[in-house]
């Protein structure tokens, strides 16, 4: 793995899982990692874990609930205390709620925490990215997002049924925020792609029981470990390879052609400018 001696390197939802994993490559190259959780205490025991494993003593946990835009702006801060510039930003964190929810804001809750927060976050951390040589941002998607579509008239899918479907639409707009955030970013010193991790034994079923139990069941055999899961974002957060590349799509560290869904340049600026109205960005 390419050395990332000196680098800091945020990792959301590291505290299990994919988010885990990548934490650790990203230790063990060396890295400055700041380990992201939504409770303080198992970040805090994750940053000590990995400090042990790996030898590298500058791991640091930082903390946020996703599902308040408030954690966000304070985890925003918190990270900017860490260091003038951010090398990596890896939007990692994720969920697939069981039933319908909703955050502190009142915003369906599959689509506040995959996209609100991360859209929300990346951006309140764009003067530290760009205060970087060369900075990197990874946002983990998902085959999912194929046959999902955006209703710009029920972002909150209140007309949607089943929790797969609402997980389809984060995704796609995670690919599409990606695109749309590339775009501004062309020309510049930091770069923006997504990715697919493979279908991953992780905790992201957790909150469908019977959901976790199906695939506990049936697919064990077939899902990919959190290792084999977090290789595509390790590989897009330090390889040489894709040095300079942005606005790409990615699986198996290989460029993949996504759904022409996540290709739609209308609606990457509509959920764009969405998404500054909901979190409370100026436009």
């Known amino acids: 793995m ?24 990203l230790a063990a190259a060396g890295a400055r990692v700041l380990v992201h959780g939504r409770e303080r205490e198992r970040a ?30 304070r985890l925003a801060a ?4 860490h ?52 900075a990197r941002i990874v946002v983990v998607s998902s085959e999912a997002h194929r046959g999902a579509r955006l209703d710009f ?16 639409r984060s995704k796609l707009a995670n690919l599409l925020f990606t695109r749309a955030l ?23 079923f957790h909150r469908s029981p019977w959901l976790q139990r199906l695939m506990d069941t049936l697919g064990r055999p077939f899902l ?10 390790v590989y897009l957060a330090s390889s040489p390879e894709v040095a300079g590349r942005s606005g790409g799509y990615y699986a198996r560290c290989r460029p993949l052609e996504p759904a022409a869904a996540a290709l739609n340049d209308v609606d990457a600026e509509r959920l764009w400018q969405a998404s500054e109205r909901l979190t409370g960005l100026p436009g």
């Open 44 to 73: 805090q025991a994750l940053a000590r874990e990995l400090a042990a494993a790996t030898g590298n003593t500058q791991v640091a946990a930082v903390a946020g609930d996703f599902a308040r835009l408030d954690d966000v702006r």
């Open 224 to 233: 990919l470990s959190p290792e084999q899961g977090a290789a595509t974002s």
């Open 182 to 204: 590339a775009a501004r970013l062309a020309g510049g010193t930091v770069t923006a792609n997504a990715l697919h991790p493979g279908v991953v034994r992780t905790h992201l």
């Open 153 to 168: 008239d029920d972002l909150m899918s209140t007309q949607v049924a089943g929790l797969l479907a609402a997980y389809g």
């Open 83 to 134: 260091g003038a510039a951010l090398d990596v930003l890896l939007n990692n964190a994720g969920l697939m709620s069981a039933q319908r929810a909703l955050s502190a804001e009142g915003y369906e809750l599959t689509f506040a925490v995959n996209h609100l927060a991360p859209f929300l976050l990346t951006r309140l951390l764009m003067p530290r990215l760009a205060a970087a040589p060369a």
């Open 78 to 81: 918190e990270v900017s205390s």
């Open 2 to 25: 390419t050395s990332m001696n000196g680098k800091l390197c945020l990792v959301t939802g590291a505290t299990s899982g994919i988010g885990r994993e990548s934490a650790r490559a």
